[in-house]
């Protein structure tokens, strides 16, 4: 169940949001948090969560069906963006703020902790059959012109800067760049167009 509520200062609606739990939701909004420095979360710290008024507007079995409504209901709030189904929406860095973003980020050294903790959420992500740039399959690839190929696919995408290579072994996207994928090489040809 999806809830799509508002929040009121002084009659009136300052914010509109959507949820899965309500209620978890509200409590976010009334705790003060100093690494959370949204524009409703300094508005409530500023003003005092006591002054605040919380209502359900609606709720809805899908998420785009209340996200949808949301957006409806945004007009001239704290929201950030104008909501719906991207959170991102609306949202648009200009390359002076990128710059800034991408100057402040080189050179940060990350700390042993971070390092570890970061090695322990990724093990055994992406290792092995999991992770399609290490596989050393040969594959036999033919171009538009008839020119073929043997080669694994780390090697194709390289060399001919064929970005999207696994799409077309997984026969997604036929050909790309003039290549397709006929086959594996020692096995049976599996050329979907011949």
Known sequence: MYTVYKIVYQRRVVYVGCTNNYKRRVQEHRKTSKTRQCAISIFIEQKGAGNFNFFKILTCNKKESGLNFEEILIKDGLNKN??????????????????????????????????????????????????????????????????????????????????????????RNLTSKGWRCVGIKDAQPTDPLN
């Open 82 to 171: 104008r909501g719906g189904l991207s959170p991102f929406k609306g949202i648009s860095l200009s390359k002076e703020h990128r710059k800034k973003i991408s100057i402040s980020t080189k050179g940060r050294v990350v700390s042993h902790k971070t390092r570890k903790k970061l090695k322990h959420i990724n093990t055994g992500k992406h290792i092995g059959d999991k992770n399609h740039w290490h596989d050393n399959t040969s594959y036999i690839f033919k171009h538009i012109s008839g020119k073929t190929q043997i080669s694994t696919q780390c090697k194709m995408r390289k060399k001919y800067n064929i970005s999207n290579i696994h799409s077309i072994i997984k026969k």
